[in-house]
Structures are given as structure tokens and as C-alpha cells.
């Protein structure tokens, strides 16, 4: 029995047990454990804490597996209790299919739609469906415990921002630091009628997280300005009063950038919060997480972009590994679902966006479509894409310069070379991708859906 063998076993046993898949840090504790590495060793690969592997995960692992295993295991002796499960249960092996499968529905049984995530808003930190993409969250995990950092998560919509956001936070929260999210979208319209209300609402708010009396009259001052108000706020009542670093997280920023006299007032102000922790010690307490979709820039001014200091955090689409793993999490398996091409088809499709993918799985998991099904009727208005496609196209409506651009990519057979600005912009969007100076579609998708409906676009 291998490794990939001896996944599956016990991946099967906890589903059967606990109605679960294995976690990624569990994972990591099982392969770990079959290559001899001591809970140090594992702690040097995986950025966990060595003893947070051992006495928390790794504890409850093993009972878990012994529970699913039906027979006492360790990390010394859990080979022996897999193969003991491989070897005389051959019927029960993952992915094994019956004798003529291949004539059969392209479609494997999935677990109970029950147990699925509908791919809706962000992941959780316990869910068995969050995709890591090294080395994106190791790095972030290493610039937080920085002095003073500052991390700053980009992409389009629906690309896994805020989900990495919550690592970031639990990470933090198990060096021991006090955490506060702020998701802009949760403040009224009110709170952005000047710079000055939106400060000191953003000033209060922290508070409240921090259990700390919101006293903004005593140091707020008139004739200081409203900018160096909140820093004085901030230095002198928030962190004096801390013992430990504080992370403050800015979810949806991109709602600032609706209000250009406050953004370019605020975002500064965060810039010169993370410069002072160079200078001033008391600031080092401060990291700031900032995390902005890139589809605003479709409508904003260019030169209106956050600024583009700290650890800058540009998330990627899904690797035909990755859509494979995330499928068998979801009790899917490629070579069931459409023989030797596996996901590669989908994967043709969607271009590996994240959301488009996860989408897709929970559908081809619940059993209401297959995948030649979804991807005969993905380009079209009644594909499980149509409500995501038509947001791009209701933007690309309200900007006829960027549908003409569009436009010119997508019925092009080869890349094609844009305006600078008008690439800057669909790039963002994660509309195109781009190859130096050329431009191709992100993905079939896009092309096939966009060519029938911008027609005389531009």
C-alpha cells in the first residue's frame, strides 16, 4: 500500500465515521507521520507550531481515526491499522469502480448533498473544501507576526480573499494577538458623507471589537484635522492600552474607493500607521491586513489604485491538482466522472477560477447535472454561471470603451495587443489575461459567452 492508498482508506474511514473529509492540517499530520518526520520536523514544512500539531490537531486525529478504524492507532502504528483496513475490505476501497462503470452515467455517487458547501461567500476555517495555494498562505502566516505589518489581498471577486483573510486572523489569534475584522459593506451610507464621520465611526468601531470606551471627543481636535485626530486616537488610547500585537483586518475596501475624498485621505493614513512602526515602537503592536476586490477599477479613475506598499497579495486560479483534490473532497472522482480526460475539460472551461470550479463540483456532487451537461450549457443564460457572467456584462454595458476592447479579444484567434489602460482595467476585472503586451480571454467561458453578446460593441 502507498501513501495515495493509504489516504483514501483513511479519508473513507472519517467520512464513514464523521461524515467528514480529512482536513488539510490533519493531511499534513498522516503524510508527516508516513514519511517517520517528528511533529518538529512537520511544524518546519507546514508553518503550524510543532506543538500545535501534536497536542491539538494530532491528538484529536488519531482518536478520530481509531474511532473510524474500529481499533486503537497512533502515530507509531497507523500504517498497520490502514493496510489491515486496505487488505481485507477490498470492496470498500475509494474509487474503486464495478466491473463495466465505463458504459455507465458519467457520474460517481456523492456524499449527501447535506454534507456539501453551497460556494457561497467565504470558507470557513473548518470546512474541508478550502484550497490552499502555497506558497500564498505560509507567506502571509510569516508576515504577520512582523512588527508594524502590513498585507494587502487583491483579485476580482470571488477569488478566495476573505477566506484567506479568516487564516490569517485564526494564525494571529494562536500567537496569541487580538483580532478585529472590519467589513466596509456593513456601514451605512451615512458613515461616507465626509471624512471626518467615516474616521471617527472607523475609530469607535475598533473600539467596540476591543472592548475599549469609545472617548473620541478627548482626542479629537478641530483644528488638528480629522487625519492626524484618529492617529492620535489610535496611538494614545487604543494601543497604549493593548498588551499583545493587534491585527487590524479591512475586508471589501474596495467600498472606499466609491469616495474618492475619503479614500485618498484614508488610505494614506493606513500607509504612514505601518512607516511609523520603523520609527516609533509603540506602532510595531499594529499589523494591518487590507483586502480589495480589483473590479471596482473598471469604474474608477486609474490613478485612484490603493497603495501598493507591504506584502502585496495577488491570488491565483486552481491547478489541475488542485481541482482533482478539491473533487475528491467532494467524493468526486475524475476518472469516474469522464474517464482518462478527468477535469481537464472543466478546467478548459473556467480557467481555473476558484469559484467557478467550486461551483461547479457541488453541482456535479449533488447529482443534478453532469459535466457534459454543465459545460454544454455553461456559456449560456441558463448555465449555473449566468448570474456571475451577467454581472461582468452589466459593467461592461456601463463602460462601452472596455466591451469594445473585450470584444476585439474574444473574436481574435490570437492574442491581441490593447490600450494600456483599457488591459490594466479587463485584467482586473479577470476578464483577460495578458502575455507581455497581448491579450488572450481568461478562459473559454468568457470567450464563448462575450462573443454572442457584445455584438457591435465598440
Same mark, same amino acid.
Given at each position: 500500500m502507498n501513501f495515495e492508498e493509504a489516504v483514501k482508506v483513511a479519508d473513507a474511514a472519517v467520512w464513514a465515521s464523521e461524515g467528514r473529509h480529512i482536513t488539510d492540517v490533519e493531511m499534513a499530520i498522516l503524510r508527516g507521520s508516513w514519511e517517520n518526520q517528528t511533529y518538529e520536523e512537520m511544524a518546519e514544512i507546514t508553518e503550524y507550531a510543532a506543538n500545535y500539531l501534536q497536542r491539538t490537531v494530532g491528538h484529536k486525529f488519531w482518536k478520530t481515526l481509531s474511532k473510524a478504524l474500529g481499533e486503537e492507532v497512533s502515530k507509531t502504528n497507523f500504517r498497520t491499522a490502514l493496510e489491515r483496513k486496505w487488505r481485507y475490505a477490498p470492496n470498500q476501497r475509494p474509487g474503486r469502480l464495478r466491473s463495466g462503470a465505463g458504459?455507465?452515467?458519467?457520474?460517481?455517487?456523492?456524499?449527501p448533498a447535506a454534507k456539501l458547501e453551497f460556494p457561497e461567500g467565504p470558507v470557513a476555517v473548518d470546512s474541508p473544501f478550502y484550497v490552499g495555494r502555497t506558497p500564498i498562505e505560509s507567506e502571509c502566516y510569516e508576515a504577520i507576526v512582523g512588527a508594524g505589518a502590513l498585507i494587502c489581498i487583491k483579485s476580482p471577486k470571488q477569488m478566495g480573499k476573505t477566506s484567506l483573510l479568516y487564516r490569517i486572523l485564526e494564525r494571529a489569534k494562536k500567537q496569541g494577538y487580538q483580532t478585529v475584522r472590519l467589513n466596509l459593506l456593513q456601514a451605512e451610507k451615512a458613515v461616507f458623507s465626509n471624512l471626518d464621520k467615516f474616521l471617527r465611526w472607523f475609530s469607535s468601531y475598533v473600539s467596540q471589537k476591543l472592548d475599549i470606551p469609545a472617548q473620541l471627543n478627548d482626542y479629537w481636535d478641530e483644528d488638528r484635522g480629522s487625519i492626524l485626530s484618529c492617529t492620535t486616537y489610535f496611538e494614545a488610547h487604543i494601543l497604549e492600552q493593548i498588551d499583545s500585537p493587534l491585527v487590524l483586518a479591512l475586508d471589501e475596501v474596495d467600498r472606499v474607493f466609491q469616495y474618492p475624498e475619503i479614500a485618498e485621505e484614508f488610505l494614506p493614513m493606513l500607509r504612514s500607521w505601518h512607516e511609523e512602526a520603523k520609527n516609533r515602537e509603540i506602532w510595531e503592536k499594529l499589523r494591518l491586513v487590507v483586502v480589495h476586490s480589483t473590479e471596482y477599477y473598471g469604474k474608477l479613475d486609474i490613478h485612484q489604485s490603493p497603495f501598493n506598499v507591504g506584502l502585496p497579495v495577488k491570488l491565483t486560479d486552481f491547478t489541475l491538482e488542485q481541482v482533482e483534490n478539491l473533487a475528491r473532497r467532494h467524493g468526486l472522482d475524475g476518472a469516474a466522472l469522464v474517464g482518462e480526460k478527468g477535469?481537464?475539460? @472543466?478546467?478548459?472551461?473556467?480557467? $481555473?477560477?476558484?469559484? =467557478?470550479?467550486? *461551483?461547479? @463540483?457541488?453541482?456535479?456532487?449533488? $447529482?443534478?447535472?453532469? =459535466?457534459?451537461? *454543465?459545460?454544454?450549457?455553461?456559456?449560456?443564460?441558463?448555465?449555473?454561471?449566468?448570474?456571475h457572467l451577467r454581472r461582468h456584462l452589466v459593467t461592461l454595458k456601463e463602460h462601452p470603451e472596455l466591451a469594445g476592447a473585450l470584444k476585439?479579444?474574444?473574436t481574435s484567434t490570437a492574442p491581441v495587443r490593447l490600450e494600456t489602460i483599457q488591459a490594466y482595467k479587463l485584467d482586473a476585472m479577470g476578464l483577460i489575461k495578458r502575455q507581455g503586451n497581448q491579450s488572450g480571454p481568461r478562459c473559454e467561458l468568457y470567450r464563448q459567452y462575450f462573443w454572442e453578446r457584445l455584438g457591435d460593441a465598440g
Open positions: 458504459t455507465q452515467p458519467l457520474r460517481q455517487k456523492a456524499p477535469f481537464a475539460p @472543466l478546467l478548459e472551461m473556467v480557467g $481555473g477560477h476558484p469559484y =467557478l470550479v467550486r *461551483l461547479a @463540483l457541488y453541482h456535479l456532487a449533488d $447529482g443534478s447535472v453532469t =459535466l457534459g451537461q *454543465l459545460l454544454q450549457d455553461a456559456p449560456t443564460d441558463a448555465g449555473i454561471y449566468s448570474e476585439q479579444v474574444v
